[in-house]
C-alpha cells in the first residue's frame, strides 16, 4: 500500500451512490490508499464540499497536494501513488495515451450527465424506491460514513425528499426532453464502444485497464448497475422502464464491458488484480 505522504488522512466527501464519485473512490481503492469517505445525501452535499475547499459538486478529496475538486484529477493524484506500470493515464506521451486522455474526456462530459440524467428522470418520482437506495447506500460504507444521517427516517424523509427532488431536477436539468437528448447521448457512446470492443479487445485502449476502462464503467453504471458496484443499487425495485433500458444495455458488447471491468478489476480494497 503507497503512502500518500506526510500522515494527512485523505478525506473523500461523496454522494455515495454517484458514479463520479464512484469514479474517484474506485481509482483510490485500487491505488490502496487509505481514505475516509464522507457521504452525504444530496442537497446536504453541498456545505461541507465548499466548507473542504471544494466547489458545490461532489467528488471533493482533501489530500496532501490539496483539495481535488474533480473526478479527473482525483484520478491523475491517485497516479502519483501507483507505479507507471499501474497507472490509469498511460505515463509515455503517445497515440494510446491521447486516446485515454480523449476517451475520459468524452465519457465525462457525454456519457456522465446523461445516464445520471436518465436514471434520475425514472427513479426520482418513486419516493419509497429513493428512500431505499439513500438509505442501502449509507449502510454499504466502510467506517465514518457508514451510517446514515442522524434524522434519515422516514418522516423527516418525507420532508426533506421533495425540497431535494426539485432542487436536483432543476440543477441537473432533469425532465422528459433532457432525458430523451441524453438517451441520444447514449446511443452515440454505447455504438462507439461497441464499436471499439469489436475485435474482441480486452480493454478499450492499448493491453492493460486504463482511466478510459474506469471511467466508461463507472459513468455508465446507472443503467447498468453492474453487479459489483459498491454502493447497492436494488434492481429488482427500479421502476419497469428503468429495468428494461437496464436490460437492453447489458445485453450490448459495451453492457457486457462494464458488468466484466466489474467483476474483474473493481475490489473495494486494493491489491493488484489479476491481469491488471
Ligand atoms: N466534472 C465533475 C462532475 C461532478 C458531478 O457532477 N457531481 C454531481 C454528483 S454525480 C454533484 O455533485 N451534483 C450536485 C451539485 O452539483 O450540486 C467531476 O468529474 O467530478
Redesign the pocket.
Known amino acids: 500500500m503507497s503512502d500518500p505522504g506526510v500522515g494527512v488522512p485523505l478525506r473523500l466527501i461523496t454522494?455515495p451512490w454517484?458514479?463520479?464519485?464512484e469514479k474517484a473512490r474506485w481509482a483510490l481503492d485500487r491505488a490502496g490508499v487509505p481514505y475516509r469517505e464522507d457521504a452525504y445525501l444530496?442537497l446536504a452535499?453541498?456545505l461541507p464540499a465548499l466548507r473542504a475547499g471544494g466547489r458545490?459538486?461532489?467528488?471533493v478529496l482533501v489530500s496532501p497536494a490539496g483539495v481535488l475538486r474533480?473526478?479527473?484529477d482525483i484520478l491523475r493524484y491517485a497516479d502519483t501513488l501507483v507505479p507507471p506500470e499501474r497507472a490509469l493515464f498511460f505515463r509515455e506521451p503517445d497515440a494510446a495515451c491521447a486516446d485515454v486522455e480523449a476517451l475520459e474526456e468524452r465519457f465525462?462530459l457525454d456519457l456522465?450527465p446523461a445516464s445520471?440524467r436518465v436514471a434520475y428522470f425514472h427513479l426520482l418520482p418513486d419516493e419509497e424506491g429513493a428512500f431505499a437506495l439513500m438509505g442501502g447506500s449509507f449502510r454499504s460504507l466502510d467506517g465514518a460514513g457508514a451510517a446514515p444521517p442522524w434524522w434519515f427516517g422516514r418522516g423527516v424523509f418525507r420532508a426533506y425528499y421533495p425540497v431535494a427532488r426539485a432542487v436536483m431536477r432543476r440543477?441537473m436539468r432533469i425532465d422528459a426532453a433532457g432525458a430523451e437528448r441524453s438517451r441520444g447521448k447514449i446511443r452515440a457512446v454505447f455504438d462507439a464502444v461497441n464499436e471499439r470492443l469489436r475485435d474482441g479487445r480486452p480493454f478499450l485502449v492499448g493491453d492493460r485497464f486504463s482511466a478510459a476502462d474506469l471511467t466508461f464503467a463507472a459513468l455508465a453504471a446507472p443503467l447498468i448497475v453492474p453487479e459489483h458496484y459498491p454502493v447497492p443499487f436494488p434492481f429488482a425495485g427500479l421502476p419497469a422502464v428503468l429495468r428494461e433500458l437496464i436490460e437492453a444495455l447489458r445485453a450490448e458488447p459495451a453492457g457486457a464491458f462494464v458488468q466484466r471491468v466489474y467483476r474483474e478489476q473493481r475490489h473495494r480494497k486494493a491489491g493488484p488484480p489479476a491481469g491488471g
Open positions: 454522494i454517484s458514479h463520479y464519485c444530496p452535499h453541498a458545490r459538486s461532489v467528488p474533480d473526478s479527473t465525462d456522465g445520471r440543477a
